[in-house]
């Protein structure tokens, strides 16, 4: 069998949703599972949609995600060049071929002319369609005679290349995920393949490229599907083995139906880009996953698992891990939802599973500059106490203001509950025993301290425990009270407590 070769082909029009990731994704999963190549090919040959700065967010992202081309523009390779716009000479070369053969026509017909005509149907009640029944109206080669043709040629008038969709043959497909179906070729049109700037259509560059490119396998997105049966006829009519097709199921909205879209992104407060994506024609931002503190392994992982069960039982893949597992049988045909939680609940795995060294240099941007005056080895201990309790680097410092600065004010609900006319009385005692303390305020001498001290005034360890957390934290909440004393210090500590119990009385 000869290798397999799997392409990534976006079109540069903006930045790449969260289901363009995850088709290149699953094309790098199958390709690499198999030995064989990833591609990335750039079909830009659209220029009315391109959008400037595409491409580049395009390349960025993969390369955030890990998701590493063999063969792409900047990575090159033997098959190049890798941006369509660049292969014109190619497509010139086989429109000549297609059109000579029975499958494609030129035609004249302006694009005004062809308005005019959609509103007639339309006024009619019916859709118009340039197909197998229409054709022999229209202004083309096949309806012209050929002096006609050539008259208009000689004055250079504008034409495209249209395919000649074959009548009244059944197509008999076949997709890797979906399985075998059929369909009329009486239900499909002549598509435009040249356009009259002499540009090929999407579908006629992808076809020659993924032919030229030696494509094993097209693995897409599903708004592809009713573009297979051409797909298939244009291999035929080239004379070219088509490659396999598997056609990926959409990403669906967190409620379970429709296609998830950036509305929804904005809506329910999460990304649906890679990275920051800013749009040239109104500077607005959308924000990316990246900068919203995802880590990008548990993005690919997230990402991976809407549409495709890994073997076992197992959730927490690496890329790697993923690669060996890989398989289309157990990609589902069914959309998949998309879950915020379960971001969320990917990001906060491999967070905390970090060391902590690299939690410390995802946290630096989040601290104020005010901030910087804690040693690298306080925040060091603050992040061991507090990843457990982090979905993102920043929530460390979010969740753990306190061991960075004293709270400003005391939480009302927790004071009703930590705080009674004799709790001022108790703090003040304990600070004065704290002070005392000073030499040793490890977290382990103070959980006895902190003991001793209940029992000595013969209380509860809440009545002790509660006030002072509120004191410190200023509400009910973080890791265990020796461990914030112990790292915020006695001087600190005491200064805290005073503060508590002059303001709160
Ligand atoms: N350029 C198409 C896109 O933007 C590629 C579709 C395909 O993979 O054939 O998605």
């Not at 395009?58 to 990575?75: F, N, T, Y």
């Not at 398989?327 to 970090?354: C, I, P, Q, T």
């Amino acid at each position: 069998m000869s290798k397999v070769r799997v392409r990534f082909a976006p079109s540069p029009t903006g930045p790449l949703h969260l289901g363009g990731v995850r088709t290149a994704l699953y094309d790098y999963l199958f390709a690499k599972n198999q030995g064989g190549d990833f591609i990335l090919r750039i079909e830009d040959t659209d220029t009315a949609r391109y959008v400037e700065g595409a491409e580049d967010y395009i390349m960025e992202a993969l390369q955030w995600c890990g998701i590493i081309p063999d063969e792409s523009p900047v990575h090159g390779g033997p098959y190049g060049p890798y941006r369509q716009s660049e292969r014109r000479a190619i497509y010139e070369r086989y429109t000549r071929q297609i059109l000579e053969t029975d499958y494609a026509y030129i035609a004249f017909d302006t694009p005004e002319e062809l308005e005019a005509i959609r509103q007639e149907y339309e006024a009619k009640g019916e859709v118009f369609s340039y197909n197998s029944l229409t054709r022999q109206r229209l202004k083309n080669s096949i309806a012209l005679s050929e002096d006609e043709v050539k008259a208009l040629l000689e004055v250079q008038t504008p034409f495209v290349v249209r395919f000649k969709m074959p009548m009244d043959r059944i197509l008999n497909l076949e997709d890797l995920i979906r399985g075998n179906f059929s369909i009329n070729t009486n239900t499909l049109d002549d598509k435009v393949l040249v356009k009259n700037d002499g540009m090929p259509t999407y579908h006629f560059a992808n076809i020659i490229d993924d032919h030229e490119m030696k494509i094993s396998h097209v693995i897409r997105g599903e708004e592809w599907l009713p573009s297979m049966g051409l797909h298939v006829l244009l291999y035929e009519a080239m004379g070219w083995q088509a490659p396999q097709f598997a056609h990926l199921s959409l990403i669906l909205k967190p409620e379970g139906k429709g296609k998830l879209s950036k509305r929804d992104g904005d809506k329910f407060g999460f990304p649906v880009f890679p990275l920051n994506f800013t749009d040239p024609q109104t500077g607005q931002v959308s924000q990316g996953y990246k900068e919203a503190g995802y880590l990008p392994q548990a993005f690919i992982n997230f990402l991976a698992l809407l549409g495709w069960t890994p073997s076992g039982e197992r959730e927490i893949l690496s890329l790697e891990e993923m690669v060996k597992d890989f398989d289309l049988n157990k990609v589902h045909k069914a959309g998949a939802r998309f879950s915020k939680e379960k971001a969320e609940w990917f990001n906060h795995e491999y967070l905390k599973a970090l060391p902590d060294q690299e939690i410390l240099t995802l946290l630096k941007p989040h601290l104020p500059a005010s901030q910087s005056a804690l040693t690298d080895e306080k925040i060091l201990r603050i992040i061991g106490l507090m990843k457990e309790r982090a979905t993102f680097p920043a929530d460390i410092y979010h969740h753990g203001k306190f061991f960075f600065e004293a709270p400003s004010n005391y939480d009302e609900k927790a004071v009703k509950k930590a705080w009674n006319e004799t709790t001022a009385g108790i703090m003040s005692q304990l600070a004065e025993k704290l002070s005392a303390k000073e030499g040793d305020f490890s977290s382990e001498s103070l959980k006895e301290t902190l003991h001793h001290f209940a029992e000595e005034h013969h209380l509860g360890m809440g009545k002790v425990m509660m006030p002072l957390r509120l004191a410190l934290v200023g509400e009910l909440k973080g890791p265990d009270v020796p461990d914030i004393l112990e790292l915020i210090g006695p001087a600190e500590a005491i200064t805290r407590i005073k503060n508590a119990v002059s303001r709160i009385g």
